[in-house]
Structure formats: C-alpha cells, structure tokens
C-alpha cells in the first residue's frame, strides 16, 4: 500500500504528546522518533510503538569520531529500529565501522545517510559551509560515498531524488523529508515536492510531518494525503 511509505513524524516534547498523536492517526504503520522526543522519553517510546506493531525511523543523525559512531550504532542495534539515521559527513571511515557494526550486530535495522539537511540550500553550502560543489553534485557525492561504504539508504530532498536513484544501486534507499501536499506550508524546509512528486522521481518513502500533525484534524490530513497518492 502506497500509504505504508509515509513516514510520519513524532515531533513532539514528551510520552504524552506521543500517545495522543498515536492515539489520533491509528491508521500510520511508520514513525520516525527524533531527538527532541528521544532524548525525553530514551527508549520507552520505541517499546510502546513496537507493541502497537508500528515501524521505526530513529532519526538520530549521528554524527561524531569513527570510534564513537561505530559504538553508538552498536548500541542503538539492541533496539531492532527499521531504520536508523548518521550524517555522511562523519566521513567514509565513520560510515564503514557504523555499518560493520549493524551487520556484525546480527540487527535487521538498515542505517542510511543524511546527505544534506533539508533546511539548508545552495547558497548555505557555498558561504556558510563554504564547499565549492553545487548542491545537487554534493548530495550526489555524499549519497555514493555512503552506498560505497556498506550503507542501505540515504536521506535527501525529493529535489534530489530523481538524480540518486539514476546513480545508486535499485535497492538503494531513499527517503525524503521536505514533502509538502499542495497549498501546505513549507516552515523550516526549503527544498519540497508535493507527495505524489517524491514518489514518481523515485522516493522509497517520504517524511510527512506538519501537513499531517499540526493540521485541525490529523486523521482527515492523514485521509487526504492517502487520496491523493492513490
């Protein structure tokens, strides 16, 4: 089913903002736990999702030495997650003990890279980064890197997603947050593409997260955006 490919987010403080929000959308098979709600809540919000038969995106984005990412993604195994994030800036060394570490773990959790964080642009990358790559040959880049070091997937704008799936193996995947169903704000997300967009460029599986649990009635968003994806 089409809607087992949207991701929605648990972006809220607390155990009790989580439960309502699962209490209110029955219906969503996928979650992703960010830090905000991990840090508060550390593995107990994994626990009752898995009770609830639900997948897991563990959104951590880890990011530190070679050393530290391979132990953190050893730890982080025992939890059996869906899918677990590392940004492809720790660097290849980093990306490969990480992803010795899961296989080694026995874990049936797939680690996929950041390759660029949605809320950044071109002209992010060229001043405030100061990396001489066009965007869009960046994320390339970072995608490959990350498939070459024996990661299952890669996190990137659906504005990029067309040009990944060219490049990277079939079953690379690719997941992309910045998805935005028509007439939705774009808030804090600069490179978007409408739910139906994502998924013809190539998406695996899109974040949808503000359209669907800040709207006034998440269910009927929820509804919706299942429609128009068919």
């Not at 964080?117 to 071109?122: C, D, R």
């Not at 066009?134 to 070459?148: G, K, S, V």
């Not at 997603?161 to 079939?170: K, N």
Request: hydrophobic share 45%; aromatic share 4%.
């Amino acid at each position: 089913m089409t809607s087992d490919r949207i991701i929605v987010p648990l972006d809220v403080p607390n155990l009790e903002a989580a439960i309502t929000l699962l209490n209110a959308l029955p219906e969503v098979s996928f979650w992703k736990v960010g830090l905000e709600l991990f840090v508060s809540t550390g593995p107990q919000i994994l626990e009752i999702l898995k009770e609830r038969d639900k997948r897991i995106f563990l959104d951590l984005k880890f990011h530190d030495i070679p050393n530290t990412v391979m132990r953190a993604c050893r730890a982080a195994s025992r939890y059996q997650v869906d899918l677990l994030t590392i940004h492809a800036t720790v660097g290849r060394s980093a990306l490969k003990l990480a992803a010795e570490a899961l296989a080694q773990s026995q874990s049936s959790t797939q680690l996929i890279a950041i390759t660029l964080l949605t809320s950044l642009i071109s002209r992010d990358l060229a001043f405030d980064l100061k990396i001489p790559l066009e965007l869009p040959d960046y994320i390339l880049q970072m995608a490959l890197m990350a498939q070459e070091s024996g990661l299952q997937g890669a996190v990137c704008s659906p504005q990029e997603v067309g040009q990944l799936r060219q490049a990277c193996r079939p079953d690379f995947l690719l997941v992309c947050p910045g998805v935005r169903p028509l007439g939705s704000q774009t808030g804090d997300q600069a490179r978007v593409m409408t739910p139906r967009k994502a998924l013809a460029a190539g998406a695996d599986y899109l974040v949808i997260g503000r359209p669907i649990t800040a709207a006034p009635s998440p269910q009927q968003a929820w509804e919706m955006i299942c429609q128009e994806l068919g």
